[in-house]
């Protein structure tokens, strides 16, 4: 197993620098450059680029950002906050970003297991039909169509919650993205656990189970949702990313200052640095997670890792 | 039983993460709160700023890019520089330049010298302003190590040497800027400029003070104790790329007691939809309109039109075959309904534009605004440009012409670009008008390096003078998008800024409506609108000043009931 998991950790650091350094090509032939107002001149520019040593070749301004970013440093905004370390830009936005994705994740996987559990075990019946439409709904409506629908009925006509973000009430400020952000995750987990639910508990093995009189607490934890969990795990991964890496969408709508609004602006102005250190962060956090999947469906079914630990031998 | 173990214990490790980052972000909350609790008003949420009487709330679109005087270069980061700082000169309600830290100013008779005399003014950590704190922000604006984006306003300002520092000729030391003692500050000109105080309300001369700039070292400009305060109100929260910019009334101000708000909240919401629902909800007292949103509003007692000085136009590029005839120039000038463009497609208040040079820019000597005294040029006619079409199927021996016009994505250039499209080629049978949509910044480097046949383009004014405009058509400049050449407009460009002209006020504005007339004549640009906003603001809320240069909005003299 630690064999497995430091060839895996070695391989994501190549993987990593390969995506830094493709990154840096694409960057390359994205058209402008982060000064690309009409009103500097070629000779304004010229000092810009030597400032900020763009004005060196790819390759080198490759291996400098590298060299840069093992002391932690991501190097400084062009252009969204100018002259601002990337550092303390993360500092500030990516907790909030990690805080309502978590928050969505945790509150969406629990709501969507308890909701496809009660559908499997109560199948064909009022319950069932219920999680059905509230996974259609959840699936087929985008998120900010939810976000809209609380702003103006719990934001605007019964002021629940405040509309806007507000840094100083994180906790008030963070329930309608949540909601928000979560109802994907419930639509998809509860669809996928009341199918995998409902095929592990016609198995012959659980009929065995059964018979033998095992109580139906420990039959449904112990020995259905657990090999239920496996493709559960596998979707939720990459959900996972997905929210805490910040929604463009959301973060606009309730002003959210987070990370997902960062990227954005960042493309779209040439901002390199913000552009590199956000993609490596997500790249981190992306194959981070992978890994941990990867250790998980060890955990939860010794046939796979015995499989993989066999191949590395 | 030993791995359902495990995955419990991973589980709960999951959680912890989870946890601990929900702690860092209430960390950051706690720390933003202390950072504010010396200031009352902005520490409590807007409910309570909005019973507390008067503290404005006000809508951005964007973030604050930098709240470095010499560093930013949009207008959001202007405003807030603004509210904090204030400079030799502010502009007042009808956009001309007045004093504020100037007591007094001493002109030469040549032009080329002024004098300041600077009031008895306290920086908000009791430091005096004093003449040494504009040498030092000065130098820094063209300073070639610093590399201000907006040095080139100095070049404009004509400040002596100005142009051979800032091209690394010269040392930052040689800037014909000196603090002749604490109080008095000397500042030399290489030829006189008519507009010399109206451009030093400009954000880029704002003073800043050097010793608190070196102690703040990197971090100058990034929370409220990094920033000094000598202008009305003083920042009290504040990060980088913050949403949420909280100021208060500065009591220290040398004119405190006109000013009548006790604090400026700043929200950014890029969603025009949430930041209509956020006034309604009355936590906003201003708020920007987008263009689909003016319909529902504009009969409200609340709404508000507000010219912006953006001048919308298609320049024709005259390298390319055909657009180099003045026929032809004049029959696509003249094709379309301008009319209906502002009043059926932006609907924000923008105005039909027959000029080169917009309205409410620049006053001159007379006390007039330009456009008051000077005429109209290229208006709609369908007529005439079927007429001049003729002649220039005849000159240029052809029945048929397809232009490709390139247009940035967003979605009014969309719009207007495709009204434009439909228009030309209704009127003007046998021409074909394509259009091609990329992002600004590429339709701003094709256009200056030439790859264009037409381009839906647009200029924002920097300082209050038809030059703004003006030299953007002279021969070799690098906004001269279309290559138009003319050696007498050259010649008045020329002379109006370091000539004959500049010594001569009344002379030089007569011979800038000349300028303004040979391009309109010429059809070196078609023009098409000139930019309106479309605002929200709370009754009982009065005073802002609305400008179209440099600082859109002052809330010096303010008031909210």
Not at chain 2, 181 to 190: A, P, S
Not at chain 2, 200 to 229: C, H, K, M, Q, R
């Amino acid at each position: 197993m630690k064999k497995y998991i430091l060839k895996r950790v070695a391989i994501s650091i190549v993987t990593l620098l390969v995506i830094l350094l493709v990154l840096f090509l694409m960057l390359e032939f994205m058209p402008g450059s982060p000064f690309n107002d009409e009103k500097l001149t070629a000779a304004q520019k010229a000092i810009l680029n030597k400032k900020y040593g763009l004005d060196k070749p790819m390759l080198i301004r490759f291996f400098n950002y590298i060299k840069a970013m093992l002391s932690g440093d991501f190097g400084v905004s062009y252009t969204i906050s100018k002259n601002t370390p990337i550092t303390s830009l993360l500092q500030t936005r990516l907790p909030i970003s990690l805080r309502l994705g978590g928050q969505a994740i945790l509150i969406g996987t629990v709501i969507g297991l308890i909701l496809g559990l009660i559908a499997a075990i109560k199948h064909n019946t009022i319950f069932d039909t219920i999680t059905t439409v509230i996974s259609v709904l959840g699936v087929s409506l985008p998120s900010y169509v939810f976000a809209m629908a609380l702003i103006y009925g719990l934001g605007f006509r019964l002021k629940w919650f405040p509309i806007l973000y507000d840094v100083k009430k994180p906790f008030d400020s963070s329930i309608m993205p949540t909601i928000s952000l979560c109802m994907f995750t419930i639509a998809t987990v509860a669809r996928f656990t009341r199918t995998e639910m409902l095929e592990v508990l016609g198995s012959d093995y659980m009929l065995l189970a059964e018979s033998k009189g095992i109580n139906s607490f420990r039959l449904i934890f112990r020995h259905a949702l657990r090999n239920a969990l496996i493709p559960i795990i596998t979707v939720l991964a990459p959900l996972v990313v997905g929210l805490m890496t910040g929604s463009l969408v959301i973060e606009k709508l309730f002003s959210i200052p987070g990370i997902g609004s960062l990227l954005v602006s960042a493309i779209q102005s040439n901002d390199y640095n913000v552009v590199v250190a956000l993609t490596f962060i997500y790249s981190l956090m992306y194959i981070g997670i992978m890994l941990i999947v990867d250790i998980l469906y060890g955990v939860i079914d010794p046939r796979i890792r015995l499989v993989k630990g066999a191949g590395n031998e | 039983m030993i791995k359902v173990k495990k995955l419990v214990a991973l589980f709960f490790s999951l959680v912890l993460v989870l946890s601990l980052t929900a702690c860092s972000g209430k960390n950051t909350e706690e720390k933003t709160n202390n950072a504010g609790t010396d200031s009352p008003a902005a520490t409590e949420g807007t409910d309570e700023n909005a019973a507390g009487g008067n503290v404005l709330n006000v809508q951005f679109d964007v973030e604050v890019a930098s709240l470095d005087p010499q560093i930013a270069t949009d207008g959001t980061s202007f405003e807030v520089l603004s509210d904090v700082t204030e400079g030799l000169y502010t502009i007042d309600a009808s956009g001309l330049p007045a004093l504020a830290m100037a007591q007094d100013v001493q002109k030469s008779d040549d032009g080329l010298t002024y004098t300041f005399t600077l009031k008895d003014a306290k920086w908000s950590n009791g430091t005096p302003v004093t003449a040494k704190d504009f040498v030092f922000a000065w130098r820094r604006l063209v300073d070639p190590t610093v590399a201000s984006e907006y040095s080139f306003i100095a070049e404009i300002a004509n400040i002596k040497n100005a142009a051979d520092i800032i091209g690394g000729k010269k040392g930052i030391e040689e800037l014909g800027v000196t603090a002749k003692d604490d109080k008095t500050l000397e500042v030399q000109l290489d030829v006189p400029v008519p507009f010399f105080e109206s451009l030093l309300a400009f954000p880029s001369f704002l003073p800043v003070n050097e010793d608190f700039f070196t102690n703040a070292g990197d971090s100058y400009g990034t929370s409220p104790d990094t920033i000094l305060s000598n202008g009305a109100f003083k920042i009290t929260s504040y990060e980088p790329a913050a949403t949420t910019i909280s100021l208060v009334k500065n009591p220290d101000y040398w004119d405190a007691g006109k000013v009548g708000l006790d604090g400026i909240n700043y929200q950014v919401i890029k969603d025009s939809q949430t930041a209509m629902l956020s006034y309604q909800n009355g936590d906003l007292d201003v708020v920007t309109l987008s263009g689909e949103q003016v319909e529902q509003f504009q009969a409200d007692t609340e709404f508000h039109n507000i010219m912006a000085g953006y001048l919308w136009y298609i320049s024709p590029n005259q390298k390319v075959k055909g657009l180099e005839n003045l026929n032809l120039r004049m029959a696509l000038a003249l094709a379309y309904d301008k009319s209906a463009i502002v009043s059926n497609i932006l609907k924000d208040g923008s105005i039909v534009a027959d000029f080169a040079v917009p309205t409410l820019l620049a006053t001159g000597p007379d006390g007039k605004d330009f456009r008051e005294t000077t005429g109209t040029y290229l208006p709609s006619d369908k007529t005439k440009a079927q007429d001049y079409w003729k002649k220039a199927q005849a000159e240029l021996g052809i029945d048929k012409l397809t232009y490709t016009m390139i247009v940035e994505d967003t979605e009014s250039a969309q719009n207007v670009a495709q009204f434009i499209q439909s228009e030309i080629q209704t009127t003007l049978p046998g021409i074909t008008i394509k259009i091609e949509t990329m992002p600004k910044k590429n339709r701003v480097e094709r256009m200056q390096s030439g790859d264009f046949e037409l381009g839906l383009t647009r200029w924002g004014p920097d300082y209050s003078d038809p030059m703004t405009y003006l030299d953007m058509w002279e021969t070799g400049n690098p906004n001269n998008y279309g290559f138009w050449s003319n050696s007498d407009y050259d010649a008045i460009i020329e002379s109006a800024k370091k000539g004959e002209l500049a010594l001569d006020p009344a002379k030089r504005w007569e011979a800038l409506k000349n300028a303004e007339k040979i391009v309109m004549d010429n059809a070196v640009i078609f023009p098409v609108y000139q930019k309106g906003d479309a605002v929200m603001i709370k009754s009982g809320v009065e005073g802002i000043e609305f400008h179209s240069v440099g600082i859109n909005r002052i809330y010096k003299d303010a008031t909210k009931k």
